[in-house]
């Protein structure tokens, strides 16, 4: 299976650089976590480094997220999806 996913790289707040994935995904079982952590090892297994990562998915019209607390948090300030790669899981 294909998954979408972008991988940014932005300054942080104590004035380092974060390296994060967002994936276009959402569990189909109920376990977001288990399916994160499998998609953010699949992406630093082909190479890319990952700090925080966090799943992006429509719900209701909308689009939601789930993963690192404060990426989320980030991304809830208005990020929209440009996925810059694809996964093959």
């Known amino acids: 299976m294909k998954i979408n996913m972008a991988h940014l790289k932005e ?3 104590s004035g380092g650089w974060i390296n994060f994935a967002i994936f276009d995904a959402k569990s189909t ?11 953010t090892q ?3 297994g082909n190479g890319l480094q ?10 209701n019209g909308r689009i939601k997220f789930y993963g690192d607390k404060n990426l989320v948090s980030y ?3 208005g990020w929209v999806p440009h ?7």
Not at 29 to 39: E, F, S, T, V
Not at 50 to 59: G, I, K, P
Not at 83 to 89: A, E
């Open 29 to 39: 079982n109920g376990d977001n976590a288990g399916l994160l952590h499998q998609l």
């Open 11 to 13: 300054r942080s707040t």
């Open 83 to 89: 996925w810059t790669h694809t996964l093959d899981v």
């Open 75 to 77: 991304l809830s300030k």
């Open 42 to 44: 699949a992406a630093r």
């Open 50 to 59: 990952v700090d925080q990562s966090a799943l992006a998915y429509q719900e």
